[in-house]
């Protein structure tokens, strides 16, 4: 079992290439924070070539941000060939529980068993089926309160389950474990969880689903916290977060940020 150290060292020794199809407000920060990780990102969407693409990245992320029924098509397309090929993919549902199309996208896309779902509490709490308060791409409940549901989820859909906030949470169904640090002004910012998304995607590509899942959010957290100690708000905290997720190595990477949970 890798440390997230570990898991650094060989996520950027392979710079894998990670296919991300995820949304206009994400697109550019996410192939910054995917650079800067030490990743290659390509965003490929369409379904005239998204499941081409697939058959040559080492990762797929798929994130339901800014839907429409053809951006639904790239991404069944892609995950059909990842599946085929072994490769990991990660689904990201954004605002999943908003509307008639997002829940039925989200629905089809777990059927498809993502590696690793990655969302805000209220977004894993619905795909549990749960009541939750989330207003639209921003969640409403504490992380806390989706852990039972990430648990179900996982149990239920064999994939690796993050739920992210001010302490992340992680489980398979059977291994649990808490991620602490980051900063406040990572939820001020927009697609930090998008991009996060997407570096489980380059973990992916490198490491066991958990591990993958583990160091990225490691890495999210140690990235969180040096940028915030440079910015003076949430404008100035972008540069700083693409400059400290490219500064921080394996020894910035403390195990102590994770607890069995
Ligand atoms: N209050 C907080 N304190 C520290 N880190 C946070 C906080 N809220 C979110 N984060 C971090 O921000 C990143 C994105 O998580 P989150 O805001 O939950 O995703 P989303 O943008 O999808 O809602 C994660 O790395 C998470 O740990
Ligand atoms: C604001 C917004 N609207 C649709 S997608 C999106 C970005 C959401 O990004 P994140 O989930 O990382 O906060
Ligand atoms: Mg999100």
């Known amino acids: 079992m890798p440390t997230p150290s570990e898991s650094l ?5 392979a710079a894998p290439l990670v296919q991300c199809i995820t949304n206009f407000v994400a697109m550019n920060f996410a192939a910054n924070a995917l650079l800067a990780a030490g990743a290659a990102p390509a965003m490929v969407h369409d379904p005239e070539e998204s499941g081409e693409f697939a058959a040559v990245a080492r ?8 839907l429409s029924p053809r951006w639904l098509a790239g991404m069944s397309e892609a995950v059909a060939v990842a599946q085929k090929a072994g490769t990991p993919w990660v689904l990201d549902p ?11 996208g989200t629905g089809k896309l777990l059927q498809m068993q993502p590696t690793i779902v990655r969302g805000n ?29 990430a648990r179900k989820v996982a149990e239920a859909s064999g994939s690796v389950v993050a739920v992210t906030g001010e302490v992340d949470y992680v489980t ?31 973990y992916a590509a490198v490491v066991e689903p958990f591990d993958a899942t583990v160091a990225a959010l490691v890495h999210f957290a140690a990235a969180g ?10 404008g100035s905290f972008i540069p700083a977060f693409l400059d400290a997720l490219a500064a921080v190595g394996p020894d910035t990477l403390n195990e102590d940020r994770v607890s069995v949970a």
């Open 9 to 13: 060292v060989a996520m950027r020794d």
């Open 225 to 234: 916290e040096l940028a915030a100690d440079k910015a003076e708000g949430p």
């Open 59 to 66: 990762a797929v992320t798929v994130n339901i941000g800014t």
């Open 94 to 104: 954004v605002a999943c529980f908003a509307t008639t199309l997002r829940r039925e």
């Open 121 to 149: 509490a209220s977004e894993i709490m619905a795909i549990a089926g749960e009541d939750s308060s989330g207003q639209g791409v921003d969640a409403g409940d504490p992380v806390a309160a989706a852990e039972a549901g």
């Open 172 to 202: 398979d169904g059977t291994r649990a474990v808490r991620i602490a640090g980051g900063s406040a002004l990572m939820p001020r910012v927009t697609a930090t969880g998008c991009s996060l998304t997407t570096v489980c995607g380059a």
